[in-house]
């Protein structure tokens, strides 16, 4: 039995398609059902940021972004990055202004990464304050509660509709299978075979 955890949201529906081509079924929640039991695995569906954590906290399997992997900075493995979830985190600023990041100094930068945030500015030497928020980042500019956000494009279509662009790439992102250390090894064979069926189809 393999207890796999997906997350709720956009990359769900991804990740049961790679799934379905290696033959494993998802079975997908019923209204507000957290845990399906099916042949051989244990569904387990969780927000988003809860997915490295419950993965480095014991259960076996997981699909996760690498956004949420970095900024938690979780100790699990990474057998594979999978092929969908493509996206970049991002400075992100009001469409009208002309700015450079070293312009920036002192601003206020609302995201919920505030980890990697902190990090990016700190390594380019400039001085900012981040506001931690657990979504919708686009209203901080709107509303006057920041002056930039650090958030994720996919498409584009938010930052475009809130009147936003986009000012610099700080990392590409994508999906990931991520792997529970101590299962890596307990259930070793169990593991590997769904690892190995995966690339062979990615
Ligand atoms: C992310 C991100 C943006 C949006 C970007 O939000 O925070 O809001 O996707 O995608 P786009 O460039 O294709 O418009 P997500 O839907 O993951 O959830 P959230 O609103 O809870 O942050």
Request: proline share 3%.
């Amino acid at each position: 039995m393999i207890n796999f955890v997906l997350p709720k949201g956009r990359l769900m529906k991804k990740a049961a398609t790679v799934l379905e081509k290696i033959g494993v079924s998802v079975k997908e929640p019923e209204d507000r059902e957290l845990i399906v039991k099916d042949d051989g695995f244990n569904w387990i569906f969780s927000r988003v940021f809860d997915v490295p954590v419950f993965v480095e906290n014991g259960i076996d399997v997981g699909i996760s972004g690498s956004d949420v992997i970095d900024e938690l900075g979780a100790d699990v493995f990474v057998p594979l990055e999978l092929p969908f979830g493509q996206c970049r985190l991002s400075v992100i600023t009001s469409a009208q202004k002309d700015l450079k990041i070293e312009q920036m100094t002192n601003y206020r930068i609302a995201t919920k990464f505030p980890n990697m945030t902190k990090a990016f500015f700190s390594d380019a030497g400039i001085e900012v304050n981040v506001i931690k928020l657990h979504g919708s980042m686009e209203l901080a500019p709107k509303i006057g509660i920041a002056d930039a956000i650090v958030d994720i494009v996919d498409s584009g279509n938010t930052i475009r509709a809130n009147g936003l662009k986009e000012i610099y790439k700080i990392r590409d992102v994508g999906a990931r299978l991520i792997v529970n250390r101590v299962s890596q090894k307990t259930k070793f064979q169990e593991i590997n075979d769904l690892v190995e069926r995966l690339a062979g189809v990615i």
